[in-house]
């Protein structure tokens, strides 16, 4: 069973800015897709930024022009550069990875924005 930890949350004010990464135990080609979601107190998980295999990218409307995913293959990581941050970013992040019908889930990382 592959394994995702996440690492990179922390307190930040709103303006400021964190870089999440998201290791994975095995190539992160195994994954059709590597994806950021989060979920705030009280609210649903919701899914932020999502990239494909081949590079594709997709964010969720509240974070678009302000977070961007990236992947290093080499490293087997994938990135959320978080900027321009605001207070309802605040939540615990989730690293997940696709394949087929299966989702691997990391264990998330608190981010927290202070107004």
């Known amino acids: 069973q592959a394994q995702l930890a996440e690492s990179g949350g922390g307190l930040v004010q709103a303006g400021g800015s964190l870089k999440l990464s998201c290791a994975a135990s095995?190539?992160?080609?195994?994954?059709?897709?590597m994806d950021w979601h989060r979920q705030a107190p009280g609210k649903q998980r919701e899914l932020v930024a999502a990239?494909?295999?081949?590079?594709?990218?997709h964010y969720a409307d509240s974070v678009k022009g302000r977070f961007t995913i990236s992947r290093d293959n080499a490293k087997n990581t994938v990135y959320l550069q978080m900027n321009s941050l605001k207070s309802e970013d605040t939540a615990v992040y989730y690293c997940?990875?696709?394949?087929?019908?299966?989702?691997?889930w990391g264990q998330g990382t608190q981010v927290t924005v202070s107004s």
């Open positions: 997940t990875g696709t394949r087929g019908l299966g989702r691997v």
């Open positions: 095995e190539s992160i080609f195994n994954f059709n897709a």
């Open positions: 990239i494909s295999d081949g590079g594709s990218t």
